[in-house]
């Protein structure tokens, strides 16, 4: 399976230097690549490694200069991603439905999909062409998956949610549990219905358990490209817009609206009825209780603008020094008081 | 299934304006509804959305005035929920247990009880009538459900804990895994057996992937009418009091208490063997480190009195501002002195 | 199964005053212990329960006093883990492979080993001797499950993962899901492909529904002793070091290595790319984006040293009042200089 620097350069529309002979069969980290082995350089914070590192070859932006074989790519990071398809075989999967799975009455599952031991597909689901269903993975009724997606370990979508084509959910993710509705909170908790769905559009990527749950009345909402890593909530009616990245563990409260290209990191919070405008950035472990403009970079808890929360930031380890200060110039405009009453 | 606009007010015990003859097919939003559907105004946000939907018929409350048609109630929240028991059919069950279902030896599964495939059922465990045992549905052994609880896919309830009457869990919740128990803590971390259980009481509802260990001894309770959202996290030993409402991704340390009526926020934290009292309300995003007396409202990370909290945020942000401040000061300070020394 | 004090206090190798015939028949926290029942003190908080418990006996540190009947160990808490054991039997376990387990071609089993029904092993993977896997455990191809380990209902571990020995892993833990991986992100959302896997060594304990992605390349890894509480995210290439203990809700970014011993606080967030040293502290709800030398102490979003901190925090709250008086001030020193300015 291996192949000359040079052949990779060209897979890649690159250049190279050094020796466009060598032979790689592999693709490692800088710190564990060795002889015959391929790495690359895409955070600027590890550059000093180049000259460590035992790879081969490396992948690299066209700027850097070494004299280790390099080869030069606009985008390392995305070259890498091609590379590994060279390297590295996609799962075999068995053909069809396991003699395990589950398939309600009604339901219709594409020739050549497969549905592996431990699957539950419910009445009037609807399994796309090449979709994968993974061991343990649960459709309720009337769910729809489109072409192309794979929904791995012990997936659960509720009744009549869509899923669109070229879908991943990882393992354990809920999509359709109810919304958290509840009139009088605190007192009888009167449960409001959740008859609602999900819909999850073309190209999305779902992290491991994270949870999605169905609108009160017409649908939570995951646009095409949308990519939310793992244990993040997304309430009830939320919009999520065109290729949005939600990091781990952040939460969406109801009926809040996100545009497009908006970048959440991680831990974040937003409360519920809010609009997020398109290409908004919001820092990690920030709380977002109103709405923001589009093309807006906030962080902090309550969140402001990136800039004035670094300079909070760098003074809130200073308030005990601030406190004093204070203290200190209450004392000396108290005895200049004095001292000028008495002239 | 249509219901006229009279037939409806009259159902919720209120009053109509308008058209009491046009016909309701069915329930959604105000921005999607359109002609033949009930639409509903609870938020009073949304208030102008009123003059623009194209619902045949709105539930307000009794002050709204309009020249649609509108149904008033009371509470147009709890008005929904009832609606909507008229248009939405509750799913259909098999009945039975589903061969593909494992019932160990000793377990006693009620005759009208619903085990879908997948479901185990380990031995001595007791399954109550009506239950609804979802695809996937894991119980230990000598577990008790109560009578028409409902546990959706791959919920896991551990052995021995005790789940009461009417309550309903999420799919992929897990009820009665180890709590958090390690003697000499980043040494030799040896492992406390916990060898408790987790209590849920009638009435519960528990939001989907939340997680809620068994009790080191005695018991982890969620008491009666408690209502828990999504990814929350309940530690061992924890007491939650009635009708308390925990909001998606908040995690409570082990051996605190929480009164009656209690409400937290999203993705708050509360330290461990603390007394929360009833009627708190504890803000999204709060760190509570210390016991919070009844019927207090408190907020923020170390938390304070709401009010204090919201002049605290306001100010937060004008740190930088605040610190130019006191720099100035002290030069005008300092040259006052000077100039006072000099006289 | 009743033990006298005299043979429990031998069997701690401690002591004990008061009545060393008296038999214990189980073990129960103060509030519910009574007759028959053995207790325990650990947290210094409760020590005025020895007053009031009803307990025959308690477990308490040498320096405790009483007329109760005491048996003084050096550690309570470890003396409680030991006397567990005598009280409490382990779960039993079906023998072999449940009939409604599925083992893929060219798996191995190791033959004392317990697949319990809903469990799927994939190709070539190998389960190795006395392993349990209870109900709907997923192991993919090529996963090594070391001998002795426990993994609960519905865990996941994807391809190729890693498992050591005397590993217990809880209900819903999804171990080798893809890294959260995109480039371009907010634009096109390129996917890289994350080929590693997860290690996770000897003696690790995992708590439910937590979270560990794959690595990009090579591993994501877990080391001897580790062990994490519910609900925890760790990203992509992350290393935990040995023993070191993470509580619930924490997230770690992708590349962030902790040394051994570290204590990582509920809730608290680690950016990507840092190193944390051996034996840090980290307070709960921390925000954490810088190394941090071995044997710190921190706390806070942005962390700093720990005293620093909790100085910071009796700050906060006082920031209206403050405010105010800078204000005053102001006002005073603009006096002043006009006073001085007519002179």
């Known amino acids: 399976m291996g192949k000359t620097v040079k052949e990779i350069a060209e ?63 606009k985008d390392p ?36 999909a497969v549905l592996y031991p431990g699957v539950y597909v419910g009445p009037k689901a609807v399994i796309g062409k090449r979709v994968i269903l993974y061991p343990g993975v649960k459709i309720g009724p009337q769910v729809v998956v489109g072409d192309d997606s794979i929904l791995y370990y012990n997936v659960t979508v509720y009744g009549r949610c869509l899923i669109g084509k070229k879908v991943i959910i990882h393992a ?8 958290f509705g509840f009139a009088n909170p605190g007192r009888d908790n009167f449960k409001i219905p959740q008859v609602g769905i999900v819909q999850i559009d073309d190209d999305v990527e779902i992290g491991a358990n994270t949870t999605i749950d169905r609108a009160t009345l017409g649908k ?19 919009v999520i817009g065109q290729n949005s990245i939600i990091v781990a563990q952040v939460g969406i409260s109801g009926s809040t609206t996100l545009g497009r290209s908006v970048i959440i990191g991680g831990q974040s919070g937003l409360i519920g009825h809010i609009n997020i405008g398109d290409a908004v950035m919001i820092g990690a472990q920030s709380g977002i ?11 902090g ?43």
Do not use: C
Request: charged residues 25%; without cysteine; aromatic residues 6%.
């Open 220 to 238: 939570t909402w995951i646009q095409k490209g949308v990519k939310i890593d793992n244990l993040v909530q997304i309430a009830h009616n939320v």
């Open 11 to 73: 897979f890649l529309g690159g250049t190279f230097s050094g020796d466009g002979d060598a032979v790689i069969e592999n693709v490692k980290g800088l710190d564990e690549a060795g002889q015959g082995d391929l790495s690359f350089l895409s955070n600027p914070k590890y550059r000093k490694k180049i000259d460590t590192t035992e790879a081969s070859a490396i992948l690299v932006s066209p700027e850097i200069k070494s004299d280790k074989t390099l080869i030069h790519v």
């Open 172 to 179: 354990g993710v809920v999509v359709g549990s109810d919304g």
């Open 289 to 299: 209780s109103e709405d923001v403009d589009s093309n807006q970079i906030v962080s």
């Open 77 to 112: 990071y995305i070259a890498l991603a091609k590379v590994l398809s060279l390297f590295h075989d996609p799962e075999n999967h068995p053909s069809g439905i396991s003699g395990q799975a589950f398939v309600a009455e009604g339901a219709e599952i594409s020739e050549d």
């Open 301 to 343: 808890s309550p969140h402001m603008p990136h800039r004035q929360w670094l300079r909070t930031q760098a003074i809130i380890g200073r308030l005990p020094e601030l406190y004093k200060k204070i203290s200190l110039l209450e004392n000396q405009v108290r005895e200049m008081e004095s001292k000028l009453k008495k002239e």
